[in-house]
């Protein structure tokens, strides 16, 4: 399965919060079906070569409403130096199986990207 990709912009210094739904295939036609103790990951890195994250968001699984819900709190984007980073966001199902086709317990990457760190001028 391939993930989806989406640019992103993160003002500096400001709350970062990017709601989404998550897809089982690219087309965006099939939508996984989240479960209410489903959850996922998501980091930024300045490349996909560094090993320390840049970031790591708070992701909240809304099975309700059928997104997913990254956040940074605005102390956090404050440490982030302006330029390009790339994230991703891990997916798993809480029962242990492929949300997409039941398969053996993994993790598949749902979403991914450049974040761009906009410089901020008000403190």
């Avoid at 300045?46 to 809304?62: E, I, L, P, Q």
């Amino acid at each position: 399965m391939a993930s989806r990709i989406k640019n992103l912009t993160m003002d500096q210094g400001a709350d970062f919060v990017y709601v989404t739904k998550i897809y089982a295939n690219t087309s965006l036609t099939t939508s996984i079906n989240l479960g209410s103790s489903d959850w996922a990951n998501a980091q930024m890195k300045k490349s996909f070569y560094h090993t320390n994250a840049t970031a790591t968001f708070n992701v909240a699984v809304d099975s309700t409403n059928e997104h997913i819900v990254m956040r940074l709190a605005s102390a956090n984007t404050a440490a982030i130096s302006p330029g390009r980073y790339v994230y991703d966001v891990e997916f798993q199902d809480a029962s242990g199986g492929d949300p997409v086709d039941g398969a053996l317990s993994r993790r598949i990457r749902v979403l991914e990207g450049i974040i761009t760190v906009t410089a901020g001028v008000t403190e």
